[in-house]
């Protein structure tokens, strides 16, 4: 029975070796100089979706539940560290303050989820569909009136600026629709390494996610994804485990926040839209549900195409939808599907063969 | 003391009284069969026994402790374990981790463990493999635990679902019509397996079945059910030749 477990474990280090592949690669054509600017500009926010779909993945792959506010949990996480960031920046070097504010934007996230996940994940259907979607709207009309500052007095919240009444000498972090501005600034010593930060994170995220799938909490998470009634049956509490991945899945949307928020300079909530959501969501989808490699491959191409196309200006658009019907055609349909097997069987050397039915 | 013991259990749905006063008593070790016309209640009183229905009235009694009322997580982590009528099996995952999902309760290790892959990580997954393909060997479905549940032959999903209902490590084993569906030659095979789990495993089980070559063929002792009540009980042979229960299978 040794046989299926290094199957996985094979399989999850081949996923490990191709996110430090591609980062070796593009390192080393950015440090030749054969990378443009705008490729250059693309690499963080390429790491933040990447990590953001993977945690998707988790809670629509693996616990088969459907979330429409995933882009809500970025935010929670982004505005929360960066927040963070802004009131010990000259108390905490940067290196371990980064790593506290990631750790503050999973936490932070990682209770939303908990709050919204109690209530709705005890019922059956398509409810947290609809309740992850309302999340994430109410979350973004919050912060948009949201006005938090500091003086010696300390922090200062309010729903509007001059609602701070604060001391002279203090200085607003947080102003409403405006965000918080500055948050890249206070990381300018290490902005280099951005990018090794983002891979860094994403492959903690992967060694999360594929160890608690193939852990005894990742069975019981799956068993009641294909049957409720018969997880209940096992002993198996139904409820708990659902919670426990969409906890672990906010929380990680959170740390993909962080990165989000720390690479800019402008952090504006009106980024973290229903249209975030519904990106992210195309990406899991596409890459394939409940295949990891597959959303990290989606994320890059759905992501960087739209950018690489702007030398198309008007076709860009139909290109980007036709390359999407493409990818879903590859990704499901059933030809498709065993032509794919077949290719795999061919490079193995072994002979194709039929499919078991 | 019984294994099973059962009183004056009823449950009403609005006006229907789908089971009513319905009484049981198992020794531990025995094959025992519950059979019954269509719609006479048979899966409503495994859905009570398990914990899906909570009963209007009655007492269920396991090994001597109450479990009436509880939840299904509950009264399996008491030692009823079932099967199900319609199939439902894990079918997205391999057949090995549907046994290892039955062990739930009983290889345990923490999710934080889990994650970090610590050393108890290793050692529990060993036990849980060895473990889950002995059972598998039962059934003759070790050569299968790679594949997905949902790509085996429906016989074999039949005993898939006892394999990871006896995971669980059970006192009681409730079989819904575990024939449902076989031929002659599968629904032999099986009458095997079941005694076979019975005598390896030290195992009282509990069956509801249409397969009448089957019920006689295994069963010690008998309950017909009709209409939601006890029509008869007690010796397999004496019960099949009730005059009531030969009316209620052939009509009147």
């Not at chain 1, 988790?58 to 616990?63: C, D, E, H, I």
């Not at chain 1, 607003?172 to 951005?194: E, H």
């Not at chain 1, 196309?309 to 498709?336: E, Q």
């Not at chain 2, 079945?209 to 009540?229: R, S, Y």
Request: aromatic share 8%; glycine share 10%; proline share 3%.
């Amino acid at each position: 029975m040794k046989k299926s477990l290094t199957k996985t474990s094979k399989n999850n280090f081949i996923t490990y070796a191709m996110v430090i592949v591609v980062f070796v690669v593009v390192q080393t054509l950015s440090s030749t100089g054969n990378l443009s600017n705008l490729l250059k500009g693309l690499l963080v926010p390429l790491c933040v979706y990447t990590i953001a779909s993977l945690s998707l993945n988790l809670v629509v792959g693996f616990s088969g539940e459907l979330s429409l506010g995933h882009a809500g949990f970025m935010c929670v996480g982004a505005y929360s560290s960066a927040l963070f960031s802004n009131v010990v920046r000259d108390a905490i070097p940067s290196v371990p303050r980064l790593i506290i504010a990631i750790l503050i934007g999973a936490a932070v996230a990682g209770v939303f989820g908990i709050l919204i996940g109690i209530p709705v994940l005890r019922l059956r259907g398509d409810y947290l569909a609809i309740v992850t979607l309302a999340f994430g709207e109410i979350i973004k009309n919050l912060i948009n009136i949201l006005y938090v500052g500091i003086d010696e007095n300390g922090l200062h919240v309010a729903a509007s600026s001059a609602g701070l009444k604060m001391a002279p000498g203090g200085k607003q972090i947080m102003k409403g629709a405006l965000g918080i501005s500055g948050t890249g600034a206070i990381y300018k010593d290490i902005k280099g390494q951005f990018f090794l930060i983002g891979v860094i994170l994403i492959i903690i995220t992967l060694f999360i996610i594929q160890n608690l799938v193939n852990s005894r909490s990742g069975r019981a998470v799956m068993a009641a994804r294909d049957n409720r009634i018969a997880a209940e049956s096992i002993g198996i509490n139904v409820t708990k485990y659902k919670l426990l991945a969409f906890t672990v899945s906010a929380a990680l949307a959170g740390v993909a926040g962080v990165l989000y928020a720390h690479n800019l300079s402008m952090l504006k909530v009106s980024t973290f839209d229903y249209n975030m959501s519904i990106m992210i969501l195309v990406y899991v989808v596409l890459g394939g549900i409940g295949n990891l490699r597959g959303s990290i491959v989606a994320t890059i191409i759905l992501y960087a195409l739209p950018e690489l196309l702007r030398g198309f200006s008007t076709y860009r658009m139909l290109i980007y939808a036709i390359v999407l019907i493409a990818m879903m055609l590859f990704n499901w349909a059933p030809a498709a599907r065993t032509w794919r097997s077949r290719m795999v069987e061919r490079v193995k050397g072994n002979k194709p063969k039929k499919e078991a039915a | 003391m019984a294994m099973l013991e059962v009183n004056n259990l009823s449950i009403q749905f609005g006006g229907l009284h789908a089971v009513d006063n319905f009484h049981l008593s198992i020794e531990k070790g025995k094959l025992y069969g519950l059979i019954g016309p269509n719609g006479a209640g048979k899966t409503t009183v495994f859905n009570l026994l398990t914990g899906v229905y909570k009963p209007t009235e009655g007492i269920i009694r396991l090994d001597g402790t109450d479990i009436t009322g509880k939840s299904t997580i509950d009264i399996n982590k008491a030692g009823v374990a079932r099967t199900f009528q319609n199939i439902r099996l894990f079918k997205e995952m391999p057949v090995l981790d549907n046994v290892k999902a039955g062990f739930h309760n009983h290889h345990s290790y923490s999710t934080f463990t889990g994650i970090l892959r610590l050393p108890k990580y290793f050692k529990v997954e060993k036990e849980m493999n060895e473990r889950a393909m002995e059972i598998l060997k039962v059934f003759d479905l070790d050569k299968e635990a790679d594949y997905l549940a949902g790509n085996l032959p429906y016989g074999k999903q039949r005993k898939l679902e006892i394999a990871r209902a006896l995971a669980t490590e059970p006192k009681l084993l409730l079989l819904d019509e575990p024939a449902a569906g076989m031929n002659p030659n599968e629904t032999q095979e099986l009458m095997d397996t079941i005694r076979f789990v019975r005598d390896h495993f030290d195992m009282t089980i509990l069956l509801i079945e249409h397969d009448m070559k089957l019920v006689g063929g295994i069963c010690e002792a008998l309950t017909v059910l009709n209409f939601g009540q006890v029509l008869a009980q007690g010796n397999t042979a004496e019960v099949l030749k009730d005059p009531a229960v030969i009316t209620a299978y052939l009509g009147a």
